[in-house]
């Protein structure tokens, strides 16, 4: 049996409402297109009646497959899971609120198909409230452009095309779902943007709201350290330490220089000798976390056969 061509990925977290609907729209899209495809729903421990309702779904339509997991883990873990066991060459991710249009789906796989790959879909007329939500999510995609260099307007939305290798290539944890074309720009991959629609939510409860954006804007930190220092932690903790180090002896020298030239009172300028020596100390101690930093990284790249390289394309002679 051949391995279907699209696979589309769905979590689900309480959302028994919208599973009949969502499933008859994509399988209706799926076909019209005329390529082989699976669904994979994940169940991401929903306490309502969404894994029954999934499974429904299953009895009725060949091509569905799902995974319950065993408590909510959150829907990077959710995609993860259905990630892992996606076999088709175009995998695309969405969310199963009823908040994504499975009508986009065809530009989607036109965009992989014309050599993009990563086609990232892009909100652009939001029905969302302006104030709690469209608002907070322009300053945050803003500011993700910024520090990742993804030159993209909308990070937030899940709705986005991978090819199969470039999605497998990146792990997430946590909530870096919504940066997967930054995580995976590391391999050079070419990221497309398509506008999409963004239908009115019509049953169950939003799980994002205002008081999102801080875990938004401590993710791209995360993210900005990833980018930059993932193979190298030394050169960011470095640059730290050799700040506090050289500050501390900068203070040292001057307090010196002060005392034996021009009869400082150091007894009196005891506070600032010793904030200067703890500087000093701070710095010290931020490189050799680095060190050690560096030596966790080497071990769990050698350890793990991770390479610091993505190959796109590959041709070689026996």
Same mark, same amino acid.
């Given at each position: 049996?051949?391995?279907?061509?699209? =696979?589309?990925?769905?979590?689900?977290?309480?959302?028994?409402?919208?599973?009949?609907?969502?499933?008859?729209?994509?399988?209706?899209?799926?076909?019209?297109?005329?390529? /082989?495809?699976?669904?994979?729903?994940?169940?991401?421990? =929903?306490?309502?009646?969404?894994?029954?309702?999934?499974?429904?779904?299953?009895?009725?339509?060949?091509?569905?497959?799902?995974?319950?997991?065993?408590?909510?883990?959150?829907?990077?873990?959710?995609?993860?899971?259905?990630?892992?066991?996606?076999?088709?060459?175009?995998?695309?991710?969405?969310?199963?609120?009823?908040?994504?249009?499975?009508?986009?789906?065809?530009?989607?796989?036109?965009?992989?198909?014309?050599?993009?790959?990563?086609?990232?879909? *892009?909100?652009?007329?939001?029905?969302?409230?302006?104030?709690?939500?469209?608002?907070?999510?322009?300053?945050?995609?803003?500011?993700?452009?910024?520090?990742?260099?993804?030159?993209?307007?909308?990070?937030?939305?899940?709705?986005?095309?991978?090819?199969?290798?470039?999605?497998? @290539?990146?792990?997430?944890?946590?909530? !870096?779902?919504?940066?997967?074309?930054?995580?995976? @720009? *590391?391999?050079?991959?070419?990221?497309?943007?398509?506008?999409?629609?963004?239908?009115?939510?019509?049953?169950?409860?939003?799980?994002?709201?205002?008081?999102?954006?801080?875990?938004?804007?401590?993710?791209?930190?995360?993210?900005?350290?990833?980018?930059?220092?993932? @193979? =190298?932690?030394?050169?960011?903790?470095?640059?730290?330490?050799?700040?506090? =180090?050289?500050?501390?002896?900068?203070?040292?020298?001057?307090?010196?220089?002060? *005392?034996?030239?021009?009869?400082? /009172?150091?007894?009196?300028?005891?506070?600032? !000798?010793? !904030?200067?020596?703890?500087?000093?100390?701070?710095?010290?101690?931020?490189?050799?976390?680095?060190?050690?930093?560096?030596?966790?990284?080497?071990?769990?790249?050698?350890?793990?056969?991770?390479?610091?390289?993505?190959?796109?394309?590959?041709?070689?002679?026996?």
């Amino acid at each position: 049996m051949m391995d279907p061509y699209v =696979s589309m990925v769905v979590p689900f977290y309480n959302e028994e409402g919208c599973i009949e609907e969502l499933t008859g729209s994509l399988v209706e899209v799926l076909e019209r297109t005329g390529l /082989d495809y699976e669904i994979i729903y994940v169940d991401d421990g =929903s306490t309502d009646g969404t894994f029954e309702a999934l499974e429904k779904a299953f009895l009725k339509y060949k091509k569905i497959k799902i995974f319950r997991l065993g408590k909510n883990y959150g829907q990077s873990a959710a995609l993860s899971a259905g990630i892992d066991n996606a076999l088709g060459e175009i995998i695309i991710l969405m969310d199963g609120d009823l908040q994504h249009d499975p009508e986009d789906i065809p530009q989607f796989i036109a965009g992989i198909k014309e050599g993009c790959d990563i086609v990232s879909g *892009w909100r652009k007329h939001r029905s969302d409230d302006l104030l709690s939500r469209r608002i907070p999510s322009r300053a945050a995609n803003w500011i993700a452009s910024r520090i990742s260099g993804v030159k993209i307007h909308d990070f937030g939305t899940t709705f986005k095309a991978y090819r199969r290798e470039i999605l497998k @290539s990146v792990r997430l944890y946590n909530n !870096l779902h919504r940066f997967i074309p930054a995580l995976a @720009s *590391w391999t050079g991959a070419r990221i497309c943007e398509i506008e999409i629609n963004s239908p009115k939510r019509k049953s169950g409860k939003s799980k994002y709201g205002i008081s999102r954006t801080l875990v938004v804007a401590l993710d791209l930190i995360t993210i900005n350290f990833l980018l930059k220092y993932k @193979s =190298s932690p030394l050169q960011f903790l470095g640059k730290i330490g050799l700040l506090f =180090s050289g500050a501390g002896f900068l203070g040292i020298l001057l307090l010196s220089a002060g *005392w034996l030239f021009f009869g400082l /009172d150091m007894t009196a300028n005891r506070g600032t !000798l010793l !904030l200067a020596a703890l500087a000093v100390i701070i710095g010290i101690q931020f490189i050799t976390s680095g060190l050690v930093a560096e030596l966790t990284c080497r071990t769990y790249y050698e350890t793990q056969d991770k390479k610091l390289y993505y190959i796109k394309t590959q041709k070689t002679r026996e």
